[in-house]
């Protein structure tokens, strides 16, 4: 009535008005039904079935549903979640006219990793970590470090690890290394190439379902016009799929470089590795809220590591 102050509406309920404007017009969300025009203005229009309207003497056109990409960072983690299962069930199964993008779906959850091992022990032909890169979906470096392994170098394996005995004035201990990488990796989706090797210079086992191996994908394979279960190098790959050149000369590889490589295939064929990977592994409980600073010495603990592997190293 005149004379009398509106309620305040609840912040609770802007925001919901605001995000769901927003979704609006990003396509996901058909317009707010008008309602029916009373009042001098009702002449000039009709009322459609479902309570909208349209001018008079005016076609209505029938509307689209419209297929986003993308959703707005402000979205709440259901809408997220549906988004990405509305997408895959819209294309049948097959990656053919869907395209997700999953920094937008999970993000911060997925990291490409790389690693640069030198040789210890007698002759040099132990394995031990120098070097260890990790890039975010981007590409963006989030971690480039020269590590100092346990044992002497003997073979600083220059021409393929690039490293040198100067770097290793820079470096830090194994144990400080390990833990800052674990932190990284904890709850992500791990990117790499022949990744196992990687894991094994950080004495570190990563779960299966969270781990993509580009020398694993036949699709990659596929698309690059070469045998399906043939092991590929990730230099062959990139010409093929990328058409760039990475690890030229005798200065040795770059771990930033060959990350990079390794998400950028991952995101060439994400939508069908993704599609069929969620055909053939069981579904995964969410994994506990935790503090990010939280130790990850845990993951040194016996019951990480296999029995088997435990017997062999006593």
């Not at 008008?34 to 349209?54: D, K, M, N, R």
């Not at 196992?196 to 580009?214: E, G, S």
Request: charged residues 25%; aromatic residues 6%.
């Amino acid at each position: 009535p005149p004379g009398v102050p509106k309620k305040k509406k609840s912040r609770k309920h802007q925001r919901f008005m605001e995000r769901w404007a927003l979704l609006e017009q990003k396509g996901l969300l058909r317009p707010h039904r008008q309602a029916p025009v009373v009042g001098p203005e009702a002449g000039s229009t009709l009322t459609e079935a479902g309570g909208t309207t349209a001018p008079c003497c005016r076609k209505v056109p029938k509307p689209k549903e419209v297929t986003s990409s993308s959703l707005s960072p402000s979205a709440s983690p259901d809408s997220i979640a549906k988004h990405h299962s509305v997408l895959l069930s819209q294309g049948n199964g097959s990656s053919k006219g869907v395209r997700v993008s999953s920094s937008t779906l999970r993000p911060g959850k997925y990291v490409a990793i790389d690693c640069e091992m030198v040789g210890t022990g007698p002759q040099g032909r132990q394995s031990e970590l120098a070097r260890c890169s990790v890039v975010n979906y981007d590409g963006d470096v989030i971690y480039d470090k020269y590590v100092q392994p346990e044992l002497p170098i003997v073979d600083y394996r220059t021409r393929w690890s690039g490293i040198t005995k100067r770097h290793m004035k820079s470096a830090i201990p194994f144990k400080a290394a390990q833990a800052e990488i674990l932190k990284i990796l904890k709850d992500k989706i791990v990117v790499g190439h022949a990744i196992h090797n990687d894991f094994q210079a950080l004495k570190y086992f990563h779960p299966k379902d969270r781990t993509r191996d580009t020398s694993r994908i036949p699709v990659l394979n596929q698309r690059a016009g070469l045998p399906i279960k043939a092991s590929v190098s990730l230099k062959s790959l990139a010409r093929h799929l990328l058409h760039k050149k990475i690890q030229v000369g005798c200065k040795g590889h770059s771990s930033v470089e060959d990350a990079q490589t390794a998400m950028e295939l991952y995101r060439l064929v994400e939508v069908q590795w993704e599609t069929e990977l969620a055909r053939t592994l069981p579904p995964r409980p969410p994994s506990p809220i935790t503090d990010p600073t939280t130790d990850s010495n845990q993951y040194m603990d016996d019951r990480y590591w296999p029995t088997d592997l435990m017997a062999s190293s006593l």
